[in-house]
Each structure stands twice: as structure tokens, then as C-alpha cells.
């Protein structure tokens, strides 16, 4: 059964969180380091042009790349510079337990209420129980009753898979007021359905447009999706069409999903940044920490020939 033979549940705005969510790529410094005035006024664009909300200091904005005192030493930068807190989610999910805590604990104090939170990703073949006590750990000892923790699964890069039966323990835990939502990277349509009809109480997120129109009518509430960085007005034109009913949402989806393929043709980050750098003939934005790599040459031209195949237009 493929996701669209899913009987359509509550509206995406009943839930938690929803809409079409960037997740920020970074901007580096001529040190390699976190460059704040390019990122806030990247993410003040993003929301400026067609996205819900932006999520920073996930896999897209190489969070695992930064230390503890980067991330927050960014978060209080794009926040000073008048970004909105209550339109961002903050990743904040480590391998060590009290750097989870201490991003979480800043974020909810810094009046980012929502956070995206990876299970700690460094040991693996953990059980459910044991992923149950570290996020229970992490809530507890942050003890703000503002908090809404969003699951990140992204089993190709973790390792640790989110899986269903952690999901139902951390419901019928304390912690069941706090677990907002998914944002589901795993790109299997099977798994996403499974969350969608096993929770249907959590907004979930899938984390590719490709699966946009599909999850929606399922029962999904948008996605969180890296392409948004540079193509967020497509994006969110499918999500508007099937919010007011549109025959023209399927093709819409069809144009969308074509663009993705192109741009995941080569490695995602350094294409997006490389796009951002043309597009804002500011080559800074080529800069990247290692091990990630800028991109360029015939691949670079390639990928350009196959994105305006598929009609892209950064931005627009």
C-alpha cells in the first residue's frame, strides 16, 4: 500500500507544527567558522520567501560539524538580529547527553520552544528502552513545560532509527505531553506511513518534497526539506494547491520532485551552497568545513543542465 491509499486525516494545521520548513544551511567565515550575518539574513530570506518556519543546526546546516558553543553562540546571533524565536526549531540532539541538554535548556530559555532532537548516534544496536532513558534524561533535566521535542529519523546518517515502538513508549511515558512530532528522513514512504496511522496526534514531517503530496494526503502536516533552501516557493505552491483543493496540485508535485532528483544528483550541501553563491554572486557561501567538500566543475555544470531541465529557477 503506498502512501496515498491512506484515508485523509485532520488538517495539517490541527497539529503541533506544520507547512514547509527549511532547514538552514550555514555559512561559514574566511576561519571556517559560523558567519552570524549570513545566517540570519539567509533564514530572514527563508521566511521571507514562502517557508512556515526554519529549522537550524540540523543535518542540512552540518550541526554535527559545530561545536556546542558554535551553535549557540549562532542561535543568539540570528535572534539579536530580529529573527522571530517562535519560527524556529532548534536541532539539539548529541552524542553526549549533557550537550543535549545544554542546547535544549538554551533554546526553550531563549524562547525557542521547539527543538529537533537526534538520539544520541555514536553506539549502536541500542534498544528502545535505552533511547526511552536518554531522551526521558534530556527532558528532565531541561524541566520546561514549554518544551515540544520533535524525533529526528534519519537511520543513513544516525545509525539509531526512531522506530515505532520507541515512539509508543515515549507516548505512554511522563513524556508524552513534550514528543510533538517526527521529522522523518528516512525517505521509505512504508515508514512514514507507519507514523502517520500509529500517531496520528504528532505532526509529522516527511524530510523530502518528493513525498510531500503523498504524505499530506495521508495525513502528514508539510515537510522539512534541504531543497527549500533554494526552492521553497515550489515547495510551498504544492502544499497551497492541496490546501485549497487545486486540480493542479498533482502536477505541481510532478515539477517539484523532478527539481529534487536534479538537485540530489551531486552531494546536497555543497549544491546548495554553491547555488546560494551564483544566485548571490557571494562566493563566501562556497565555504565549507571538513570533511564536507565545495562542489564544482563539469559534475557542477551537469547538475545545472539537468536543474534547468526540470525548470529551476533559485527562488522563485
Not at 541538554?101 to 538554551?106: G, I, N, Q
Not at 526512531?162 to 511522563?174: M, N, W, Y
Not at 564544482?296 to 533559485?314: H, I, N, T
Amino acid at each position: 500500500m503506498s502512501i496515498t491509499e491512506l484515508e485523509p486525516q485532520v488538517r495539517p494545521e490541527s497539529k503541533p507544527a506544520f507547512g514547509i520548513w527549511a532547514p538552514a544551511v550555514t555559512p561559514l567565515d574566511q576561519d571556517l567558522a559560523p558567519d552570524p550575518g549570513r545566517f540570519a539574513a539567509h533564514v530572514q530570506w527563508l521566511l521571507d520567501n514562502s517557508c512556515h518556519w526554519v529549522a537550524v543546526f540540523g543535518t542540512t546546516g552540518e550541526a554535527n560539524s559545530f561545536s556546542v558553543d558554535e551553535r549557540i553562540a549562532l542561535l543568539d546571533a540570528t535572534l539579536e538580529a530580529g529573527i522571530p524565536a517562535e519560527r524556529l526549531m532548534v536541532g539539539t540532539g548529541c552524542c553526549a547527553l549533557t550537550d543535549s541538554v545544554r542546547l535544549t535548556r538554551h533554546a526553550v530559555e531563549s524562547g525557542c520552544d521547539k527543538v529537533l532532537m537526534l538520539p544520541p548516534f555514536y553506539y549502536k544496536g541500542v534498544s528502545d528502552e535505552a533511547l526511552l532513558a536518554s531522551y526521558g534524561a534530556v527532558i528532565d533535566r531541561v524541566g520546561h513545560d514549554g518544551l515540544s521535542v520533535f524525533l529526528y529519523h534519519f537511520p543513513k546518517l544516525s545509525g539509531v532509527p526512531i522506530t515505532i515502538g520507541l515512539v509508543e513508549r515515549l507516548l505512554a511515558s511522563p513524556y508524552a505531553g513534550v514528543v510533538k512530532g517526527i521529522k522523518d528522513s528516512s525517505g521509505d514512504p512504508d515508514g512514514a506511513r507507519a507514523f502517520i496511522t500509529r500517531f496520528p496526534g504528532l505532526a509529522v514531517f516527511p524530510g523530502t518534497e518528493t513525498l510531500l503530496l503523498a504524505g499530506l494526503e495521508a495525513g502528514s502536516v508539510g515537510c522539512i526539506t534541504a531543497s527549500a533552501n533554494v526552492n521553497a516557493p515550489a515547495i510551498r505552491r504544492v502544499f497551497d494547491a492541496w490546501s485549497s483543493g487545486s486540480a493542479e496540485t498533482a502536477g505541481l508535485q510532478d515539477v517539484i520532485s523532478a527539481q529534487r532528483l536534479a538537485l540530489q544528483s551531486q552531494p546536497m550541501i555543497p549544491t546548495l551552497k554553491r547555488l546560494l553563491a551564483q544566485a548571490l554572486g557571494d562566493p563566501a557561501w562556497l565555504a565549507m568545513r571538513p570533511p564536507m567538500l565545495a562542489t564544482g566543475g563539469p559534475q557542477a555544470a551537469e547538475q545545472d543542465a539537468a536543474l534547468a531541465a526540470a525548470g529551476f529557477s533559485f527562488g522563485t
